[in-house]
């Protein structure tokens, strides 16, 4: 019994060395966002919360040349939001529809095509920054959500989550519909689609994560102020802080980190169940 | 009500492969046909050719005097029942059931009244709106029969739909499939690899081995008059007794043993002689010495397996047979019981070509 003691304990403290390790960092951006400009100038960052949170974070978000030189944070938010949530649909259609053809229309090129899109794993967005902007710009959609979304969502990930997951739905399905007289865009979204929905869900929140950080490409594609995320927005802002004489607003620059770890983290949070669900069963 | 023919059909699958090698049939509107054969004889593939879930090398599949080789799935009008059930998880019951009018387009008062109807009738009346992973095995049999039956399809096809249910539920779910069939009338092909099942619901039965038809004709046609070794070994529970022999004129012999009673068959090759186990019988005079090996009571009868003493053996494997009698029949294990049998209704094959000779 005792042993069992020392052992629950030293996991335990294990465990919570290790939350502590990494959720200290947020907890100190957040508690230093909630104090005045002066005071971080003066002590550094701070561990306690401060008594500046509703001013600070009502001027980041709403107060035009609160944080940058005209747009407003809440703009930069909602960028962001339709920058991930773009990304993230468009991810789960593309990459459904590319596996539904590799694994129910058996034409030749079914399995090239499919590895052909699965190399693509190895090839980083940041290999093919420069021809995508070329394309972009070439179509007119640069300082556009189109422009910034599109290049995107080709997913070889998606792909190959759907193309694993179509591969376990047992034939007789596709059969009983055919005999049921379903067209082949019928059985997809009468039977394949509704049988996804824990995989959509799940490919959709680890998206919207990966969307919402985009750094480098709307960092190349956005010019206008009125375009940019978040992220881009924490990344100016420091820039600003620095060119500018006036008292560094460190505040929100804090501010603006939080707000854009808030959103992933909430998704995360609300549609975990659906997330575990869809990574380790499904129905059948 | 609608006759299906099929005149030469083949099917060979793109590596070689032939599955199918030229079967000729004609179904009568309303009647019952059993497939039956060992796995892998081919006879999935062809009722899959009927539902059009596979090609046709070549040959023709008629449904009602309308060539349908080329003709989709879903406009063949025919329906079919799996052996995993295929319902669609997601949908409830109803939903599943009433999937194939809402492709056809028909009125939703329409498909309503269809499917309560063809509830009543499986009583699955309760659970129209449960999905089907809140029912048990044999329930969702029902609704994938359900399925079938709203559509109201010219044939309806079955693929092996029992094989997943226990023993009990089995012949329940048996007698009703033959119940239903009687009352709706519908000409069915139903593929099985249990003969007890393809005996009780067939009102013809075709034996399927290697991709031919071996025979085809009445369940109990089939049992008295097997055209083929094969048939005579697949038909029939408990299995037909075979004896390896030759013909020397006047008796058949077979290692020490000499039998006869036959006559008219050919000298130079080797012959099978098949005796049902309920045509031997107790006989003093009899020329089969049993020695006991096994006794299986079965409750109104008992079955008692043993080897033949004195007969040739079928290459290592001692020749056994199975005697079946009556319940009192309980002779001890290593004893010898002299048996004797119905030289009638014994049949003899050509070893080689598996052909009946008498």
């Not at chain 2, 012999?253 to 049902?276: A, N, W």
Request: proline content about 5%; aromatic content about 10%; glycine content about 8%.
């Amino acid at each position: 019994m005792k042993q069992l003691n020392w052992r629950v304990i030293t996991t335990h403290t294990i465990c919570i060395i290790g939350v502590i390790f990494m959720s200290l960092p947020v907890w100190i951006a957040f508690a230093t966002s909630t104090h005045s400009a002066e005071t971080i100038l003066r002590n550094g960052l701070q561990f306690w919360p401060g008594s500046d949170f509703l001013p600070t974070y009502h001027e980041a978000l709403f107060v035009e040349g609160g944080v940058m030189k005209s747009v407003l944070g809440i703009t930069m938010l909602k960028n962001s939001l339709i920058l991930g949530l773009g990304f993230a649909i468009g991810k789960v259609i593309i990459s459904m529809l590319a596996a539904y053809a590799i694994v129910y229309f058996r034409f030749r090129l079914a399995l090239p095509l499919f590895w052909i899109i699965f190399m693509t794993l190895l090839l980083p967005l940041e290999v093919r920054i420069i021809p995508s902007y070329e394309v972009v710009s070439g179509l007119g959609l640069l300082d556009t959500h189109a422009g910034l979304i599109i290049p995107l969502i080709a997913s070889a990930t998606g792909t190959f989550f759907f193309r694993q997951f179509f591969l376990s739905v047992p034939d007789e399905l596709l059969e009983a519909a055919r005999l049921d007289g379903a067209t082949a865009w019928g059985f997809f979204i009468d039977i394949l689609v509704p049988l996804s929905k824990t995989m959509i869900a799940a490919i959709l929140i680890i998206m919207f994560v990966v969307g919402w950080n985009q750094y480098l490409w709307p960092l190349i594609m956005t010019t206008k102020e009125e375009n940019y995320t978040l992220v881009i927005g924490i990344k100016q802002i420091y820039q600003i802080l620095a060119d500018g004489g006036e008292l560094p607003q460190y505040q929100k620059a804090f501010a603006l980190t939080i707000l854009a770890t808030l959103p992933p983290v909430l998704v995360v949070l609300v549609f975990q169940n659906w997330f575990v669900k869809g990574l380790v069963e499904s129905e059948k | 009500m609608s006759k299906v023919q099929l005149t030469n059909v083949r099917k060979t699958y793109p590596n070689g492969a032939e599955a199918v090698r030229g079967v000729d049939m004609e179904i009568e509107s309303g009647e019952f046909i059993v497939f039956v054969g060992p796995s892998g004889c081919g006879k999935s593939t062809l009722l899959r050719m009927v539902a059009g879930l596979e090609s046709v090398t070549s040959g023709q599949v008629l449904i009602d005097d309308r060539l349908i080789n080329d003709v989709s799935p879903a406009e063949r009008d025919v329906a079919m029942v799996f052996q995993n059930y295929a319902l669609y998880p997601h949908m409830t019951v109803r939903g599943n059931m009433s999937y194939g009018l809402k492709n056809r387009g028909l009125p939703k008062a329409e498909i309503d009244q269809k499917v309560t109807e063809a509830a009543k009738m499986l009583r699955i009346g309760d659970f129209l709106d449960r999905q089907p992973s809140q029912l048990s095995g044999g329930q969702r049999q029902r609704v994938a029969m359900g399925r079938a039956i709203v559509r109201e399809p010219k044939v309806f096809l079955f693929d092996e739909p029992l094989s997943n249910l226990d023993a009990k539920l089995r012949v329940q779910m048996r007698i009703e499939i033959k119940r239903l069939q009687r009352r709706m009338n519908v000409t069915s092909i139903y593929v099985t690899h249990d003969q007890t099942e393809a005996m009780t619901l067939a009102d013809r039965l075709a034996v399927v081995n290697d991709g031919k038809i071996e025979q085809m004709g009445s369940p109990i046609d089939l049992y008295n008059n097997p055209a083929t070794l094969f048939v005579a070994s697949f038909i029939g529970s408990p299995q037909v007794n075979l004896l390896p022999a030759t013909f020397d004129g006047q008796h058949l012999i077979s290692g020490d043993l000499k039998l006869s009673g036959f006559g008219d068959l050919p000298t130079s090759t080797e012959l099978v002689l098949g005796i049902r186990p309920d045509e031997l019988r107790l006989d003093e005079s009899g020329p089969f010495l049993l020695r006991v090996d096994i006794v299986e009571q079965h409750g109104s009868d008992n079955l008692i397996y043993g080897g033949v003493l004195g007969a040739m053996n079928d290459g290592d494997q001692e020749t056994e047979f199975c005697f079946k009698t009556s319940q009192d029949m309980l002779p001890d294990l290593d004893s010898t019981l002299k048996l004797g049998f119905n030289d009638e209704r014994a049949m003899v094959f050509n070893k080689v070509t598996g052909e009946r000779l008498r």
